[in-house]
């Protein structure tokens, strides 16, 4: 099972600091190489020091990429969750309160630029990747952020905001209306969109989220 980053960095085995320059130097080779390219051999050379120490620390290197990639989705998961939360816990004007949600979903492209640069890699990659590391992946980055937001919209349903019956395919549905068509132009965020185009984009796809769920 993995090995959530969190707790490889607490771990006991090794001289802490050690450990923890090794998981970040996995960090960004991952970030800059990929997933096939982050060797042990290339984690040591980042690290500065031995193979053999990349392996005392971490004996299956695998596990160790796939706790770093673990923990920066959950990281990200949990950024967007406190963003849904800032955004619909208090809705004046639905409208507006998803348009300012659309542009703040935007924001971890910029504050998780190394998450996004492993992200752009994977995607190249998937299919030389290990399925668990695929699913994992998901579960714990993209539909974890998805039960969060589809929590909130079934709040905004309760209170009749919504015409919603599920509310995990509502939220399917905002994620691909309202940001993901800037998410996609920009390259996860690799080449950012001009201001004026990302609301634009985003503008119109509230206006037919809203269209779909209408009460």
């Known amino acids: 099972m993995a090995t959530p980053l969190a707790t490889i960095e607490r771990a006991p085995s090794g001289p ?27 984690t040591a050379a980042e690290a500065g020091v031995t193979a053999d120490t990349v392996a005392l620390h971490f004996p299956d290197h695998e596990q160790l990429l796939l706790g770093v990639l673990l923990d920066s989705s959950a990281s990200v998961a949990a950024a967007l969750a406190a963003v ?6 208090e809705v004046t004007d639905l ?58 919209l079934r709040r905004l349903a309760s209170m009749g905001l919504l015409d919603i019956s599920d509310a995990e395919q509502a939220a399917e549905r905002f994620i691909l ?17 001009p201001r004026d185009e990302a609301d634009a984009l985003i503008a119109d796809g509230v206006a037919d989220f809203i269209r779909l769920y209408r009460p």
Do not use: N
């Not at 090794?22 to 990929?34: K, N």
């Not at 309160?97 to 979903?105: E, F, M």
């Not at 910029?110 to 996004?116: L, N």
């Open 177 to 193: 209306l309202v940001p993901s068509g800037v998410v996609q132009r920009s390259f996860l965020g690799a080449l950012p969109l």
């Open 95 to 152: 409208e507006a309160d998803l348009i300012a949600l659309g542009r703040a979903w935007l924001a971890p492209l910029e504050a998780f630029r190394e998450h996004f640069a492993i992200v752009r890699h994977i995607s190249a990659e998937v299919t030389r990747l290990p399925t668990e590391a695929v699913d994992k992946w998901q579960a714990t980055g993209p539909r974890q952020a998805r039960r969060e937001l589809a929590r909130r």
């Open 84 to 89: 849904a939360d800032s955004h619909l816990e």
């Open 16 to 42: 802490a600091g050690e450990r923890r320059e090794i998981v970040r130097a996995a960090r960004t080779v991952l970030a800059r190489e990929g997933w096939t390219r982050c060797t042990a051999e290339a």
